[in-house]
């Protein structure tokens, strides 16, 4: 089965340039997140969706950031215009739901470097 | 204010011997707790659980104990192994909130 996939794995930008990230949840999982991180600290949320609907974004940076779930599958998260604080991993997960019993399953980040 | 905590940064642990990391947390409404292992350039792997109605779960080698009354949780891994060389995160959540993390322990295995 495959898991979570993101792309792309690296990107290096300079400041005020837009970038996007895409990521494809594992088959059947409703719920997908975005998360952050950065160097030396655990994984903080973005944004949570339930199918396509958003159901927690408050730690989104809605000035800059924003993130699409269009059909409930795929996801995009677009930072526009990047800022040399950007420079993280961005990491995509999904469950099957958000119940807390459900394991969350992470893909292996999109590395992002604002120059 | 962090809810959850892994107070010692790095742990070093010679191969075949016990590793034990620690997390704290301070939400009393967090009823699953998570451990994720991390190398590194690539994302978290979810490793083991425990719901808070357990105080143990066992999954081969790995372990992991919970405290209520301490809010205290730790993972034991034995014989430690040096391909568990990792970031290991302790994550905790109630409901359907998300999961917070801590910021991680780096263990180092030493053959």
């Known amino acids: 089965e495959a898991g979570v996939v993101q792309s792309p794995r690296y990107k290096i930008i300079e400041k005020k340039q837009p970038v996007a990230f895409w990521c494809n949840p594992i088959s059947g999982h409703n719920t997908l997140y975005w998360y952050l991180q950065n160097l030396g600290q655990g994984p903080e949320l973005l944004i949570r969706?339930?199918?396509?609907?958003?159901?927690?974004d408050s730690q989104l940076p809605k000035d800059r950031f924003s993130a699409e779930r269009l059909k409930g599958v795929d996801s995009t998260l677009k930072i526009q215009p990047a800022e040399l604080g950007d420079s993280a991993v961005y990491l995509c997960a999904s469950s099957l739901d958000g119940n807390s019993g459900n394991t969350i399953y992470f893909g292996e980040g999109s590395w992002l470097t604002v120059v | 204010d962090q809810q959850v905590k892994q107070n010692s940064p790095s742990l070093s642990v010679q191969e075949g011997r016990i590793s034990i990391l620690n997390c704290d947390y301070t939400?009393?409404?967090?009823?699953?707790f998570l451990w994720y292992k991390k190398y590194p350039a690539e994302g978290p792997t979810f490793l083991i659980s425990?719901?808070?109605?357990?105080d143990k779960n066992e999954d081969g080698r790995f372990t992991v104990f919970l405290n209520k009354s301490a809010k205290h949780l730790s993972l034991h891994i034995v014989p430690s192994q040096p391909g568990d060389s990792a970031v290991y995160f302790c994550?905790?959540?109630?409901?359907?909130?998300?999961?917070?993390f801590g910021k991680g322990t780096r263990l180092s295995v030493i053959a």
């Open positions: 969706y339930e199918n396509e609907e958003a159901v927690d």
């Open positions: 939400n009393s409404m967090f009823d699953y």
């Open positions: 994550a905790a959540r109630s409901g359907n909130t998300p999961l917070v």
């Open positions: 425990i719901s808070s109605i357990k």
